[in-house]
């Protein structure tokens, strides 16, 4: 695996252990459908959330939130719809969110964390 993709993995795994801490539930993890990926989705307080997480060692190509445009936006909502039509179950009746998470340091176990809930 290259280095990029374990540093990846590693700040979706811290990602996913502070959504815990916060009480969020993890429904489901790196899931995959025809138009992309998703990698969180979590419920809290009824809520669907899904979680698009980026991982940097440093600023120098920007924050990792800079990489979040319009279109990738657009594409985590139609991503959320594609996940709640495909788990009926879990998504029935439930508001849907989506939230990012920057994990932002050399060692994702000690970097600085950021969460912004409900990106519009």
């Known amino acids: 695996m290259a ?3 374990v ?10 252990a502070y959504l815990r ?22 419920e809290r307080d009824g809520a669907l959330v899904i979680v698009e997480v980026k991982t940097r060692r440093g600023v120098g190509f920007g924050h990792p939130f800079d990489s979040i445009t319009a279109q990738k936006l657009t594409r985590l909502h139609r991503l959320a719809v594609a996940w709640a ?3 009926p179950q879990q998504a029935r009746g439930r508001e ?12 994702p ?5 950021e969460h912004i809930a409900g990106l519009q």
């Open 3 to 5: 280095q990029k993709d």
């Open 7 to 16: 540093l990846g993995r590693s700040g979706e795994a811290r990602a996913a």
């Open 21 to 42: 801490e916060c009480g969020y539930e993890i429904l489901d993890q790196n899931w995959r459908c025809r138009d992309g990926e998703i990698d969180i989705v979590a």
């Open 85 to 87: 039509v495909a788990h």
């Open 96 to 107: 849907l969110r989506v939230d990012a998470i920057s994990v932002l340091g050399a060692d």
């Open 109 to 113: 176990a000690h970097a600085v964390l």
